[in-house]
């Protein structure tokens, strides 16, 4: 159209201005959220250096490296954190498994959302650290209790995301899909699949950091390895070093698999993603 | 050609949307549907459509009965209804998905230049402004080449500019391969610049009042004197099919809801 090339130099006019600043912040933000926490870690540092405290009960960022040095010289680091990220791999992906399946059918068929809703609901509503003596009896001290309570965890985020996505699909949407005639798989995935994956990676990323909170108290309540027994072990030995180091850790970990769900996630969500395409197309 | 016979509609809350509506449709015709709203309008075009069941009555489209969507009746909504996760060249290529990849990027690269989107084929559908999003709609609708096609008030949502802007558009793209059209609107100017007929319904219970034949050529000349007159008709149709005092003129309705008193 004729009528639109003003119009389209227009915006592509803003969009080369507005690119560098955009670029500068796109680096300067996260920087900006570094700093107050980087502040603290060098004030207390400093502090303990000039002596005004021992820093035995908050050691001072050096001692918590140290330690962390220490635990990764020896190999005892790496055997932790492969147990721990074990215990929630297997954890997140039958509580995936579980929440996904579950929260399909009670949102696809409301007769299945009807016999079962509430009983999932009644049971969300039990705090799951509740179940820990249950599932102890049931399956033993060892790795099944604690992944069944992890997988538990992680289900409920998954079930309502899931069932709530797919309720809220927009009903005109649903209609394109009945007049091109698309078949009941079909319109699942042409159309009901791209339509919750928003919602559904959101629910995942909830359901793995709910993951990393039961994995540290399955782990606190019986375990011979793992970062969760480096917690309690720091408590019990009076390490706070150790149980530091194990939360600096718990913290790296937590965010990485989250920035891997976001990453793995992106190149299906770019046509919802409103700035950064806009200004890159 | 489409057959409407005795379509009456009585939706679950006990509202009676329609009441045997009957109209034939010839091969390439433009028939506007005009009314009041509650007049059943959408119900009637959505039951056309095979979206929803008719209570009664049949449609036929070449001597074959719709119950549910058709391949050779194609739909054009108020809003576009593009899908936001495919690509504008991706939307119009929807219904295509049967198609050889080839076949279909070709169909959908010949549509897109026809509605003067060729620049936008790889935009996001949020990316488009009101009206290119109703013409990528409407070129998604057309690239299947219905026999039928319903636009249930497809303007409606757009400035004045746009919209005649794409009446005019929609009329050109018709001359292509003369679909049957048939446009339910509430703009008196829509009907008479688009359409060779013009239904007009009466509400409560939705059913039709008059019909008036638009025999200007085309293209039309939104000022011209005829053109007024047309529209000065439909207008008083319109008046006329509001006001209750009006006896229907449809002689089939039922001889107790005429004599009343």
């Known amino acids: 159209m004729i009528s639109d090339a003003p119009v389209l130099q227009q915006s592509s006019d803003t969009a080369e201005s507005a690119a560098a600043p955009s670029r500068l912040s796109r680096y300067a933000r996260p920087m900006l959220g570094l700093l107050l926490p980087l502040i603290l870690a060098l004030g207390w540092e400093f502090v303990v250096w000039l002596g005004w405290s021992n820093g035995r009960l908050v050691p001072p960022p050096s001692r918590v490296f140290a330690t962390i040095a220490d635990l990764a010289r020896s190999g005892e680091l790496v055997r932790h954190i492969a147990a721990t990220l074990w215990r929630v791999g297997l954890g997140f992906a039958f509580g995936v498994i579980a929440g996904t399946l579950l929260g399909a059918i009670s949102g696809y068929w409301s007769l299945a959302r009807r016999l079962l809703d509430p009983t ?29 309570l992890i997988a538990v965890g992680v289900f409920f985020p998954v079930y309502l995301g ?7 699909v927009d009903r005109k949407i ?7 005639r698309l078949s009941g798989p079909a319109m699942i995935r042409r159309i009901l699949l791209p339509a919750v994956l928003p919602a559904y990676v959101v629910s995942l990323r909830v359901g793995l950091g709910l993951g990393w909170m039961f994995v540290v108290a399955a782990e606190l309540i019986g375990a ?58 | 050609m489409l057959a409407l016979d005795r379509i009456s509609k009585t939706y679950p809350n006990g509202v009676h949307a329609l009441a045997r ?14 009314g009041g709203s509650g007049c059943g309008k959408s119900t009637l075009l959505r039951a056309i459509a095979g979206l929803d069941r008719a209570s009664s009555g049949t449609v036929t489209l070449d ?5 549910s969507p058709h391949a050779k009746i194609g739909i054009i909504f108020q809003e576009p209804r593009l899908l936001p996760w495919l690509s504008v060249a991706d939307n119009i290529g929807f219904g295509l998905a049967d198609l050889p990849a080839a076949e279909r990027r070709e169909k959908v690269a010949r549509a897109l230049a026809r509605v003067g989107l060729a620049d936008k084929a790889q935009a996001w559908p949020r990316e488009l402004s009101g009206g290119q999003a109703q013409r990528v709609a409407i070129a998604r609708a057309l690239v299947p080449q219905p026999e039928v096609l319903l636009l249930d008030e497809p303007f409606s949502a757009l400035d004045a500019f746009t919209r005649r802007d794409l009446q005019d558009h929609l009329l050109d793209l018709w001359a292509d391969t003369r679909p049957t059209l048939i446009l ?14 013009v239904l007009v319904m009466r509400p409560r219970p939705g059913r039709l009042f008059d019909q008036i034949e638009i025999n200007l050529t085309r293209p039309r000349d939104r000022n011209s004197p005829l053109f007024e007159n047309f529209k000065r008709s439909v207008l008083t149709s319109l008046d006329r099919s509001l006001d209750r005092s009006v006896p229907d003129r449809d002689a089939t309705q039922g001889p107790g809801q005429a004599m009343w008193w």
């Open chain 1, 174 to 180: 649903f209609e394109v899909g009945r007049v091109f």
């Open chain 2, 184 to 197: 339910v609107t509430h703009d008196v100017d829509e009907a008479v610049v688009l359409a060779d007929r």
């Open chain 2, 63 to 67: 001597s074959e009965a719709i119950s």
């Open chain 1, 162 to 168: 899931v069932m709530g996505a797919i309720l809220s």
């Open chain 1, 224 to 281: 011979s390895e793992g970062l969760g027994y480096l917690l309690l072990d720091g408590q019990q030995l009076g390490k706070p070093a150790q149980i530091m180091a194990a939360i600096v850790i718990f913290a790296i970990l937590g965010k990485l698999t989250d920035w891997l769900i976001e990453v793995a996630a992106a190149p299906f969500l770019r046509w919802q993603d409103a700035f950064g395409r806009a200004k890159g197309a």
């Open chain 2, 21 to 34: 509506f009957s109209a034939d449709i010839k091969q390439g015709e433009i028939l506007a549907i005009i």
């Open chain 1, 120 to 148: 999932v609901q009644a049971l969300r509503a039990i705090p799951s650290l509740a179940w820990v003596p249950l599932f102890i009896l049931w399956l033993g001290i060892f790795e099944t209790s604690k992944i069944v």
